[in-house]
């Protein structure tokens, strides 16, 4: 059961692009070119990660943190159309607290925006478009960096139980 679990965060990690953003620490005066352009990914982290799940009556909570490695991932936003692209992989070190036992392992990851629609609006970079659409908050950018933010707070339902998941999300890209 540890196993399916620890698969169950790994995915919640992986599939976490689904909600809203938080933009206490926003910039301001962002404009849609100062995005545009080819920049690279440089660093991708998961903090705070907490999560409960539920099997029949059963509470079991866990912890978990990522940090990414090894990129070789360049993101491209395009401005007509507004698409966003990524190409290249990345490594992602996923640690785990699961009744008290830890776990690491390494998972490698590949493109994550293909062909994606982008907008901004003020501080908050949105992927996606309808109910697929996830904002970032940009917490600091200039002319070689762009560091994104993102609040992670879901129930997912799975056929083993249900989980709750929080974490905070942040990505740096640089040029």
Excluded: H
């Excluded at 992602?92 to 036992?101: A, D, F, N, Y």
């Amino acid at each position: 059961m540890k196993k399916v679990f620890f698969l169950s965060i790994i995915t919640a990690f992986t599939l976490v692009f689904t909600s809203c953003s938080n933009d206490e620490d926003a910039v301001s005066n962002t404009s849609e070119e100062d995005i545009i352009g080819v920049w690279n990914l440089t660093a991708l982290e998961a903090t705070d990660g907490r999560s409960e799940t539920t099997i029949e009556g059963t509470v079991i909570p866990a912890t978990f943190k990522a940090v990414g490695k090894d990129f070789q991932t360049v993101v491209t936003f395009s401005e007509d159309p507004q698409t966003v692209v990524s190409e290249g992989s990345y490594t992602t070190v996923l640690s785990t607290t699961i009744g008290g036992e830890n776990q690491t392992q390494e998972q490698e990851g590949e493109d994550f925006f293909e062909s994606e629609k982008w907008r901004l609006d003020g501080s908050t970079l949105y992927f996606g478009s309808g109910d697929e659409e996830v904002g970032f908050t940009i917490v600091e950018l200039n002319d070689s960096k762009i560091s994104l933010r993102y609040e992670l707070n879901e129930t997912v339902e799975s056929f083993f139980g249900t989980s709750t998941v929080s974490a905070t999300y942040n990505m740096t890209l640089s040029k």
